[in-house]
């Protein structure tokens, strides 16, 4: 109540109130199917073992060099990004497997610490990244972590797994000299790449370099012309095409959302250009006002999802797409506000000379 016994009410403009709850509606949408993407992706992997479902097996046999990997490796690496050398060795009670990784393949979900790259799957050190069912076996020395395999005590880089029972809990990775210290290199290998593409190419580099040196073979796909649809729709790919029409959708409601709010405020611009305001005093208000609301829509959508991911066990909040989400919400908007309050002044400035 004022003195006068009149109720004070707060009127909200409607531009703001729809501009706030709209990107609170895109935002939360966004983080929980970017969620649910990253979840079935992580399911994938679990059952496939970490593949990521290019994988193709080659094997090298009749090689008398056992230095061949050390002059192969390099010189692929050199003309090559985003593809992994597995090394399966034998164990019958977990996965054991060597990795050489260049680029970004499929690392797996870590608890603690950081998956191989290409430094230190090409380690003089034995390196190792265990699955959380084996971290009671890790040692504590000289504040590092050790586990102890046949004989040798590996440095532990990465602890990975997931909360709920999967493979990856189970398995362990070394790095890829300690797998060939373990296993022949006359055996079995596994390339694996982000897509199939990239397989058939890289292959035939591979190939090439141990062609002479040993026999190789390694079982690469036809050339033949899938056709779009049918990439697209691959068990291998599907999540990653999924996420980037899911950015898309975020993106195309952001300039929407942003081009009526600002039609919504239109008036107010005219208000304050009457008024004689200065041009710089009217960006900074016009964006000081859509900034505050984005981000304060953003923080709510953020709230609302930690809240459901609390009651349904099978959402899972991944900081990169909270990250992606106020990029988006707070970053492009502004860039699309930018591009559009510029079309508005011009708009107005030649109406204003007619």
Same mark, same amino acid.
């Given at each position: 109540?004022?003195k006068?016994?009149?109720?004070?009410?707060?009127?909200?403009?409607?531009?703001?109130?729809?501009?706030?709850?709209?990107?609170?509606?895109?935002s939360?949408?966004?983080?929980?199917?970017?969620?649910?993407?990253?979840?079935?992706?992580?399911?994938?992997?679990?059952?496939?073992?970490?593949?990521?479902?290019?994988?193709?097996?080659?094997?090298?046999?009749?090689?008398?060099?056992?230095?061949?990997?050390?002059?192969?490796?390099?010189?692929?690496?050199?003309?090559?990004?985003?593809?992994?050398?597995?090394?399966?060795v034998?164990?019958?009670?977990f996965?054991?497997?060597?990795?050489?990784?260049?680029?970004?393949?499929?690392?797996?979900?870590?608890v603690?610490?950081?998956?191989?790259?290409?430094?230190?799957?090409?380690?003089?050190?034995?390196?190792?990244?265990?699955?959380?069912?084996?971290?009671?076996?890790?040692?504590?020395?000289? =504040?590092k972590?050790?586990?102890?395999?046949?004989?040798?005590?590996?440095e532990?880089?990465?602890?990975?797994g997931?909360?709920?029972d999967?493979?990856?809990?189970?398995?362990i990775?070394?790095?890829?000299?300690?797998?060939l210290?373990?296993?022949?290199? =006359?055996?079995?290998?596994?390339?694996?790449?982000?897509?199939k593409?990239?397989?058939?190419?890289?292959?035939d580099?591979?190939?090439?370099?141990?062609?002479?040196?040993?026999?190789?073979?390694?079982?690469?796909?036809?050339?033949?012309?899938?056709?779009?649809?049918?990439?697209?729709?691959?068990?291998?790919?599907?999540?990653?095409?999924?996420?980037?029409?899911?950015?898309i959708?975020?993106?195309?409601?952001?300039?929407?959302?942003?081009?009526?709010?600002?039609?919504?405020?239109?008036?107010?611009?005219?208000?304050?250009?009457?008024?004689?305001?200065?041009?710089?005093f009217?960006?900074?208000?016009?964006?000081?006002?859509?900034?505050?609301?984005?981000i304060?829509?953003?923080?709510?959508?953020?709230?609302?999802?930690?809240?459901?991911?609390?009651?349904i066990?099978?959402?899972?909040?991944?900081?990169?797409?909270?990250?992606?989400?106020?990029?988006?919400?707070?970053g492009?908007?502004?860039?699309?506000?930018s591009?559009?309050?510029?079309?508005?002044?011009?708009?107005?400035?030649?109406?204003?000379?007619?």
């Amino acid at each position: 109540m004022g003195k006068s016994g009149m109720t004070v009410k707060i009127k909200i403009p409607k531009g703001n109130a729809f501009l706030f709850i709209s990107f609170v509606a895109i935002s939360i949408c966004f983080i929980m199917i970017a969620s649910a993407v990253h979840s079935q992706k992580i399911i994938y992997l679990s059952k496939n073992s970490l593949y990521t479902g290019h994988e193709i097996p080659f094997s090298i046999y009749d090689a008398r060099d056992n230095n061949l990997w050390e002059k192969v490796i390099p010189k692929l690496s050199d003309e090559y990004d985003d593809y992994a050398i597995y090394l399966p060795v034998e164990e019958s009670e977990f996965l054991l497997r060597g990795a050489y990784i260049k680029g970004r393949v499929s690392a797996p979900p870590m608890v603690w610490g950081k998956f191989f790259d290409e430094h230190t799957a090409w380690s003089e050190t034995p390196l190792m990244v265990v699955g959380i069912s084996h971290k009671d076996e890790i040692e504590y020395i000289d =504040n590092k972590y050790y586990y102890s395999y046949n004989g040798t005590k590996y440095e532990v880089i990465g602890i990975m797994g997931l909360e709920k029972d999967s493979r990856i809990n189970d398995m362990i990775f070394i790095d890829f000299k300690s797998a060939l210290g373990i296993s022949d290199i =006359n055996t079995q290998y596994v390339l694996d790449t982000r897509g199939k593409g990239y397989i058939k190419n890289i292959g035939d580099k591979l190939e090439d370099l141990v062609s002479g040196k040993a026999d190789c073979v390694i079982a690469l796909p036809g050339d033949s012309h899938e056709g779009l649809a049918a990439m697209l729709i691959s068990k291998g790919i599907i999540m990653d095409v999924l996420y980037v029409f899911v950015l898309i959708c975020f993106s195309l409601c952001t300039v929407l959302v942003t081009d009526m709010w600002l039609k919504f405020r239109g008036q107010f611009l005219f208000v304050m250009q009457l008024c004689g305001y200065k041009k710089c005093f009217k960006i900074i208000e016009i964006f000081k006002r859509y900034c505050t609301i984005t981000i304060s829509g953003y923080i709510v959508s953020i709230f609302i999802a930690m809240i459901l991911s609390y009651f349904i066990s099978d959402i899972s909040i991944h900081p990169v797409d909270a990250i992606i989400a106020l990029a988006l919400s707070v970053g492009l908007g502004t860039i699309i506000l930018s591009v559009l309050y510029i079309r508005w002044m011009m708009t107005s400035s030649s109406i204003g000379g007619k």
